[in-house]
């Protein structure tokens, strides 16, 4: 923990006047952007980011500064839209395909997706954003937080509670699944 989350948690611990609006105002786009990207509804996010630093303020007392108050917080708001999304019964990752048992042809192939040449051109750009769009919610979270937030991977598992291997793998799969297909809206054959 840096020493200025320290004082920003004994100041809210203590009760000083202004110190909780403080640590909202810092950590609210964080908050915003987990549970956003999660329910994709505005409206939800807004209810559940209440009720993230709800959360927060009736725990800080147990953050022991472990990992930065930015992953802690991020946790608590990942937890949050989690949560909402069981409750509604939508499912956060992609159920596994048949085929996911065996080394997939874009498996062999490597990893060498680069996400910022294909936003390079306007049309890719925009098949680019659709098929992040449709993705489960903890990929699209996932994709978003490393590539386009570059958020390290450790703090994503921090975040996500997630392993990092795990991480990794939902990257990897991810990216393959955006690379099939915006070659298929582009009619390039592998």
Request: net charge negative; hydrophobic share 40%; charged share 30%.
């Amino acid at each position: 923990m840096t020493e200025d989350d320290r004082k920003l948690v004994d100041a809210v611990l203590g009760n000083v006047p202004g110190a909780f609006e403080r640590l909202v105002r810092e950590y609210q786009g964080l908050c915003w952007h987990i549970i956003q990207r999660m329910v994709r509804q505005p409206e939800d996010t807004r209810e559940l980011c209440q009720e993230a630093f709800l959360r927060v303020h009736q725990c800080l007392h147990q953050y022991r500064g472990e990992s930065a108050l930015k992953s802690w917080i991020g946790q608590v708001a990942y937890s949050v839209a989690k949560r909402h999304l069981e409750k509604r019964r939508i499912a956060i990752v992609e159920p596994a395909g048949e085929d996911d048992d065996g080394i997939s042809l874009l498996d062999q192939l490597g990893d060498g997706f680069d996400l910022e040449t294909a936003c390079a051109d306007a049309e890719i750009a925009a098949g680019l954003h659709e098929e992040i769009e449709a993705l489960p919610p903890l990929q699209r979270t996932l994709l978003t937080l490393y590539h386009l937030d570059e958020v390290p991977i450790v703090e994503i598992a921090r975040i996500t509670g997630l392993a990092e291997g795990t991480i990794k793998s939902h990257l990897f799969r991810t990216r393959a699944r955006l690379r099939e297909r915006l070659q298929a809206r582009m009619g390039v054959t592998a």
